[in-house]
């Protein structure tokens, strides 16, 4: 069983509509990561928490660590957000477990 | 310019061959990473360092080496390339001080023939 799981593993969406893309982990966690990488294949980090949530623009980062359960949520989706979303857990010492990512797909 | 830089983009190299992929930062982040990324498979770590004395394996270390030449350098080696090392790398630095945020170079498309 893989210790970062990532639903749904594609995703497609019409232009508009809100998005979510969940991550379950089965491990202790010191932080959970949002990444997102673009066709071109460059990965930039969105979001790193701990507890609650945190919002940035369109993009809103939720985690319940007692759940070992985390969302990313995309209001008012646009095609530019099509990517690849990954879910990365922290473990400590610097290590992190990647979940396979999520592939969305955002239709005009 | 970029925060982390990989060099090279692309390589296609043949087998047995001896292949350096090499990460340089200007974040003044003491921690630096080297991953790679399959089709249908997460991240994994090949090798992280903590500062310039301090190296570790990761999850899939046999077949590459590292050096740390300095605080801002980092470069990974396929000793012997093989066919089953192609993959996309990616080098990450995060700063131990505070944040564990990760910050990407733009990864290095390796195909061994």
């Known amino acids: 069983k893989n210790e970062v799981e990532q639903s749904p593993q594609n995703l497609t969406a019409q232009e508009g509509e809100f998005i979510t893309i969940n991550c379950s982990y089965s491990v202790g966690i010191s932080a959970l990561h949002w990444l997102q990488q673009h066709p071109g294949g460059g990965i930039v980090s969105l979001f790193m928490?701990?507890?609650g949530k945190k919002k940035h623009g369109r993009l809103i980062a939720t985690i319940n660590i007692q759940e070992k359960h985390s969302s990313l949520h995309i209001t008012a989706s646009h095609p530019r957000d099509s990517a690849v979303y990954i879910c990365a857990v922290s473990v400590g010492q610097g290590n992190l477990i990647f979940g396979k990512g999520t592939k969305l797909s955002v239709k005009p | 310019d970029a925060d982390v830089t990989q060099t090279p983009r692309n390589r296609i190299t043949k087998t047995g061959k001896r292949i350096m992929l090499e990460c340089s930062q200007t974040?003044?982040?003491?921690?630096m990473y080297w991953y790679r990324q399959d089709p249908g498979l997460g991240l994994r770590l090949i090798y992280y360092s903590f500062d310039v004395k301090d190296i570790n394996k990761g999850e899939i270390s046999d077949g590459y080496s590292v050096s740390r030449q300095a605080q801002a350098k980092f470069s990974l080696s396929l000793e012997s390339a093989i066919p089953n090392q192609t993959a996309l790398y990616f080098c990450?630095?995060?700063?131990?001080?505070?944040?564990?945020?990760?910050?990407f170079g733009s990864g290095t498309q390796l195909s061994v023939l």
């Open positions: 990450a630095t995060s700063d131990a001080r505070g944040s564990e945020k990760l910050f």
């Open positions: 928490l701990s507890s």
């Open positions: 974040k003044g982040h003491d921690r």
